[in-house]
């Protein structure tokens, strides 16, 4: 008997017929003789919709009542859910975060799981049900509902499975995998059989639509393995787990786009110590992330710094931002919210040199200026001008031949074989 985890999206659970669909499968899966825990999305377009409500009363609302709305629609799906087992002749038991709980800290829209407690959930696993747990929330330490940010639901998944020691999550959406990038850009765009915690963390960070981020580090910590899966399509998917030497062989495994940045520039602020510090630590204190950072210094002892941030928190950064430069005595404050952050990933990076001039060298055969560029040590990103996102991801996924299969790599038993017969 193994312990499974799954974990359905909103696109998975968008009506009562997928929602019942999605019953059968995790029926299916218990009566194979294993124990099943169920992660909820919210219903297909229901969190965005929640949202718009919010914003239709005011740009700024207060993060609490916010991530108490936003909150609401796991609870219906969870619930539908249970019902749609229970109508198909299995046992099931729908669990909010706080009625685990999940554990988290009081950053409201961001919020971090601290611990999650399992007794509730053994014991009724231990009962033959299945668990339908509701993805993206949790509670803090006063009792307030607190989520985990957008795509959160992964990150539930991922820490409910590390929690129950479970032997693997699987995580169902309407694509069959992990692919070199998106498949709407690119239709070369190859599916991956298996690929490293490390690249999928870097490209979830870098805007690609496969994991959020910070249930892939918590796999990578916990050893938890993620199989990706289509809800409607094959069996087989993009295994996500520990890198390998077959896999730091192939330079680059993906290349993706961010569309969800904005880029805030602060000119001609005073060249002195602190400045940076002074600029970054009310976005810190407000929970605002900021990604990329260059700095010029000039001769004439001023300092332009740009930095991006989510376009979800533009609005808070730009107001943030603003103040700063004025107790700085910057000159002014530039903002452009049309740029597009393009990246190529690849656990070879680390033992192939030239991969950044490549990039760089593909761009500008392409005619697209670089605004700013980041590295480390398997990714190159370059935030360019938006309406040459989509170029540039063929460009790139062309210059590294990633509409090709790596070739196969002989067996080493057969390699040996041979020698031996040559002797």
Request: charged share 25%.
């Amino acid at each position: 008997m193994a312990l499974v985890v799954q974990k359905y999206g909103g696109s998975s659970l968008g009506t009562t017929d997928k929602i019942k669909a999605v019953a059968e499968k995790a029926l299916t899966r218990q009566r194979a003789g294993n124990d099943v825990v169920v992660v909820a999305s919210a219903m297909q377009g229901e969190t965005d919709r929640l949202i718009k409500l919010a914003l239709g009363i005011t740009d700024l609302p207060d993060l609490r009542e916010y991530d108490s709305m936003t909150s609401t629609g796991e609870q219906v799906s969870t619930a539908l859910l249970a019902i749609a087992i229970q109508s198909l002749g299995g046992k099931a038991r729908s669990l909010l975060g706080f009625q685990i709980p999940i554990k988290t800290d009081s950053a409201f829209k961001d919020a971090r799981i601290e611990r999650i407690e399992t007794d509730r959930m053994k014991k009724l696993l231990a009962a033959g049900n299945i668990l339908v747990v509701a993805g993206f929330q949790g509670v803090d330490p006063d009792d307030n509902i607190t989520t985990l940010g957008r795509g959160g639901s992964d990150t539930t998944a991922v820490a409910v499975a590390a929690a129950l020691k479970a032997d693997v999550c699987e995580i169902y959406s309407d694509v069959d995998g992990i692919y070199t990038t998106d498949p709407n850009v690119e239709p070369r765009a190859r599916k991956l059989d298996k690929i490293s915690y490390e690249e999928v963390l870097e490209l979830s960070s870098l805007g690609a639509k496969v994991l959020q981020i910070r249930s892939v580090e918590m796999a990578m910590k916990h050893g938890v393995p993620i199989n990706c899966l289509s809800t409607f399509g094959p069996a087989t998917g993009t295994l996500v787990t520990t890198g390998d030497e077959e896999m730091e062989s192939v330079v680059v495994s993906g290349v993706t786009q961010d569309r969800k940045e904005s880029k805030i520039t602060v000119c001609q602020v005073p060249d002195r110590p602190g400045v940076a510090a002074k600029l970054f630590k009310p976005l810190a204190e407000n929970n605002i992330v900021v990604d990329m950072i260059i700095q010029n210094v000039s001769e004439a002892g001023v300092t332009d710094i740009s930095f991006t941030v989510r376009k979800e928190d533009f609005a808070r950064a730009r107001k943030i931002a603003e103040q700063s430069a004025k107790d700085l005595g910057a000159a002014r404050v530039l903002f452009d919210e049309k740029i597009v952050k393009v990246s190529v990933v690849g656990l070879g990076m680390r033992s192939h040199a030239g991969v950044a001039s490549k990039v760089f060298e593909t761009l500008a055969g392409g005619g697209i200026n670089i605004q700013m560029i980041s590295t480390s040590e398997i990714k190159v990103s370059c935030v360019v001008d938006e309406k040459y996102g989509e170029l540039a991801i063929r460009l790139l996924h062309e210059a590294f031949g990633l509409d090709k299969a790596p070739a196969a790599k002989k067996p080493a038993g057969k390699k040996a074989a041979k020698k031996k017969s040559k002797k």
